[in-house]
Structures are given as structure tokens and as C-alpha cells.
């Protein structure tokens, strides 16, 4: 088999038997001509499959190492879709520091279906050993989390979901497939948001579930046909232009994030770094062992605390003040206010999000201009 950056970038391409395009047209139909009123060809109607989609799952599943996968409208729709593999009722067990967002889904379900949910600090293998004690449908693990980065040890983990008869589910938005195939280390189930590192040029929204079972993709297919949040045409293939490119991208951000975490953990006004290819930080052994590189995304805290992170943000000029991670211009947020606003003050505090505290998603921009403007942020306070 070739390698993983020849299967990015060669996905779908040269496929077209009807006018031998290199690049795989965009079909905009939305309905498919039937030879047989009784029996529907390879696409019926764009709700149920369309060529764009059905190709982007098919390159995410072989990157993922999945038998199938569903691609869907946004991230939180393929973390919903997942949800309907369970009965009403039923028990999770989710990382108590996962995205805000996939919090606030995780309790409304809840609340509506009568799930008994329950968050772990998954990064703790004796948590989780207590928690999976009274057993367990489903666990929703994230790693590295977001925002602190902090790691989970999936073979260690998956292991113990599934003696205890729980899918392992692992949100894998953070490193994208190009850095770590969570279905190799044991999981069930691995959801992405395409919209952060997989597109990567922040100009699309989407989201994909893989799935190591084949009878998982055929229920995921009925409910995303059933319920219908399902991604566009145009926003296939925007991922699907994105994916040939991820694993050079997730390389080259890998490297920049790493040389401005080292710079920003010795400057004087910066108390912690937490990035995961830092040696001294807990995860580094972990990261090294499961991962392919160290990801884009790391979070800080400054000597001022909150005010002076609020300053910071607001005199960065190449880090924009916006929320989401992965793309190839850098960003920076304040989780507490933006990305995790939806969790309430002491869930943000048992997942360790400081009001303080201040992410950054490292593009492509060369790491010395990036480190000038952090440097001329940081002597603003
Ligand atoms: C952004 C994000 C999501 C949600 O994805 P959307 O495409 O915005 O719906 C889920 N998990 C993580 C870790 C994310 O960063």
C-alpha cells in the first residue's frame, strides 16, 4: 500500500471515466435518473449519497483505517449522529475536558433521552477504571483535549472500555488523521470536525465519522439519510481539496507550534505552555508513543492572568481573535469567553480552562514572523 501522504493526496483523482478529468468534477444534482422505477442506481437522491461526499468518506475512512465512514454537516452533527447508536437511557462516560461544544450536546441529550452521563477525567487511567465499574455503552474520549492539550492513552484506554462492553469513541479534530489514527489504537468510532485541520482554509463546515465496523456505517448512513444533516456538494469537495494537502500542513504547523512553544515557555511574562512536544509537559511520553507529530494547537497563561490575557489577544496582529484551530492563518482565543462560553463557570473549572487562559492554533506563516508578533504582544503588558 502507498504511503499516507500519496493516499491524501491522490484520493479520487483521475477517476472520471466520463470526460477523464483529473480532478473529480462537483455534481450539483440533486436528484439521480433511475433505469428501474423499482430498483435506484449507484446515487438516488443527493440526501442519501452523492458522489463528492461519498469520495471524501471513502479517502477519510482509508486514512483513518475505518471500514466506512458518513460524512456530515458540521462536527457537532457527526458527534449527534454517533449518539443515535444508542438506546434511550443508556451510559456514558465522557472526557470531562472535551470541546465546550460537545458538552453542551452531550447534557441536552441527555436530558432528552435519558442518558446517565458522566464526566471523567479520561487522561487519569484509575478515573476511568472507577468509572467503567458500573460499565458503560459508550466512551467519548478527546485527545490531545482541547484547549489544554491534555492526553489520554488510547490503547491503554480502549482496552479498558471494552472489556467493559463500551465503544470507544475518540473525537480526533485536534491532529487530524495525518498525526494520529485513533481506530489503530483501538477505537470504535473516530468523529472529526472537517472544518478545522482536515479543510484547513477555515471555508467550509463539516464533519466525518469513521467507523472499524461495518454494521456501525450502515446505521450512521440510515440515520444521516433519515435526519439529513449531511454536507453539501461544494463543501466536499472544498474538503476534499483541503485532505490532498493535510499531511504536509499538519507537518510544517507541527514544527512551527513546537519552536514558538519553546520560545513563549522562557519568556518572563508566560507562567505555563502547555504543549504536548514539550519535554517536561505530562503527556510528552504519550504523544511521542501514539502520535505522528504534536498538532497545531497549544494554550497559555500569563503573569497578568485574565486582564493580561485579554490585552494580549487584542494586540496580536497575525494571530486573529477567532474561534476554531487548524487552518493555515493563525488564530488565537480565549477559550472561557468563546469556545468553552457554552459550559458553565465549574465545569470550566473542573476541565481546567482558566478564565486566563489563551489558545493558539499556529498556521503557515513562518514561525520567525509569528513568534515577532507574540514577542511585541507580550511587551504590551
Ligand atoms: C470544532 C470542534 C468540534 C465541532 O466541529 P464543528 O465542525 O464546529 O461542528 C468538535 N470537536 C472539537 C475538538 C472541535 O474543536
Known sequence: MTEFRT???????????????????????????????????????????????????????????????????????????????????????????????????????????GFDLVYVDCTDDAALEAALWDGADLVFFETPSNPRLRLTDLQTACVRAKAAGALSVVDNT????????????????????????????????????????????????????????????????????????????????????????????????????????LEDHPGHAIAKAQQDGFGPLMSLELTGGEAAARQFVQSLELFILAQSLGGVESLCAIPATMTHAAMTPEARQEAGVPDGLVRLSVGLEAPNDLWADLEQGLATL
Open 174 to 277: 485536534v491532529l487530524s488523521p495525518a498525526l494520529q489514527r485513533p481506530i489503530a489504537l483501538g477505537a470504535d468510532l473516530v468523529v472529526s470536525s472537517l472544518t478545522k485541520m482536515i479543510n484547513g482554509h477555515s471555508d467550509m463546515v463539516g464533519g466525518v465519522v469513521c467507523a472499524r465496523n461495518p454494521e456501525h456505517v450502515e446505521r450512521l448512513s440510515w440515520w444521516a439519510n433519515a435526519a439529513g444533516a449531511v454536507g453539501g456538494a461544494f463543501d466536499a469537495f472544498l474538503a476534499m481539496r483541503g485532505l490532498r494537502t493535510l499531511p504536509v500542513r499538519a507537518k510544517a504547523q507541527s514544527e512551527s507550534a513546537l519552536e514558538v512553544a519553546r520560545k513563549l515557555q522562557a519568556h518572563p511574562k508566560v507562567v505555563r505552555v502547555d504543549y504536548p512536544g
Open 7 to 113: 493516499r491524501a493526496v491522490r484520493a479520487g483523482i483521475n477517476c472520471d471515466p466520463g470526460h477523464g478529468a483529473v480532478v473529480a468534477p462537483i455534481q450539483v444534482s440533486s436528484a439521480y435518473r433511475r433505469a428501474d422505477p423499482a430498483q435506484p442506481g449507484a446515487f438516488d437522491y443527493a440526501r442519501t449519497g452523492q458522489p463528492g461526499r461519498a469520495e471524501l468518506a471513502a479517502a477519510l475512512a482509508a486514512l483513518e483505517g475505518a471500514s466506512g465512514a458518513v460524512v456530515a454537516s458540521s462536527g457537532m452533527a457527526a458527534i449527534d449522529l454517533v449518539l443515535n447508536l444508542l438506546p434511550n437511557g443508556a451510559r456514558i462516560l465522557c472526557a470531562h475536558d472535551c470541546y465546550g461544544g460537545t458538552r453542551r450536546l452531550m447534557d441536552a441529550r441527555s436530558q432528552q433521552r
